[in-house]
């Protein structure tokens, strides 16, 4: 019985280093890097943590802005996020792997509100493994630099040329490349200076000229690069996106 005991005890451990290394933490796939408000995110195992100015994101977060919040994210691939007061993101899956590109795979649900993006290394060397999903419409990038609205009958802050507020749907402006947006209605390539609208899930994508467009805008103490990533003061909804 006595030389059974070191085995059994060998075996304890194994067992143990199993159960902690099935615990450890998600890898992060972001950090934080601008921040004027208060920004949540509920992780996937349903536990919510309030995020600050170099705080991790891991797949899975769904992160939230409060009134007058601006948000700017910057994952591992390079790409970057700005987050709209009063908007959800999902982190659905962010795989991205250097010497592996056949493994990218980027999901990122936009649940609420408004957002603009600049692709990453995942986005140019593998654009078809990046999508923004909506409830109306995905979106897929083509080394892009784009601006993305949803509007629920809470966008009535939102300047427009005609001075009413957005119709509800989807609303989408192209900086840089080009998006394709589809649904099951039809698909359609929004081009540089192209601004885009999606109505409802059973309607197609749409161009919309100028007149008709909306710019979703960011604070430039959010867009610029600044040392210290903390917004000053009130966010001007008329300042320029990121860049």
Do not use: W
């Amino acid at each position: 019985m006595r030389k059974l005991e070191p085995i059994l005890a060998g075996l304890l451990l194994a067992a143990a280093a199993t159960v902690g290394g099935g615990a450890q933490a998600a890898s992060p796939v972001g950090q934080v890097t601008h921040l004027s408000g208060v920004l949540a995110a509920k992780r996937a195992d349903g536990s919510t943590k309030l995020l600050s100015v170099k705080s991790e994101v891991e797949a899975g977060d769904t992160l939230s802005t409060e009134q007058e919040t601006y948000a700017r994210v910057k994952f591992v691939d390079g790409a970057e996020v700005v987050l709209r007061p009063e908007s959800q993101l999902k982190v659905a899956s962010y795989a991205f792997d250097q010497a592996k590109p056949e493994a990218d795979n980027i999901v990122l649900n936009m649940l609420r509100g408004g957002l603009r993006a600049v692709t990453g290394l995942v986005g140019k060397r593998n654009r078809d493994a990046v999508s923004y999903v909506t409830s109306t419409a995905t979106i897929g990038i083509r080394g892009t630099h784009f601006g993305a609205l949803i509007c629920q009958n809470d966008c009535g802050g939102i300047p427009t040329v005609s001075g009413k507020p957005p119709e509800n749907g989807l609303h989408l402006d192209v900086a840089d490349g080009s998006i394709v947006v589809k649904n099951t209605a039809g698909q359609q390539v929004i081009n540089v200076g192209q601004f885009g609208f999606v109505q409802s899930a059973s309607t197609p994508p749409v161009i919309v000229p100028p007149s008709q467009g909306i710019q979703v805008t960011m604070p430039t103490s959010i867009s610029q690069n600044n040392s210290s990533g903390r917004g000053v003061g009130k966010a001007n909804e008329n300042e320029c996106a990121v860049h």
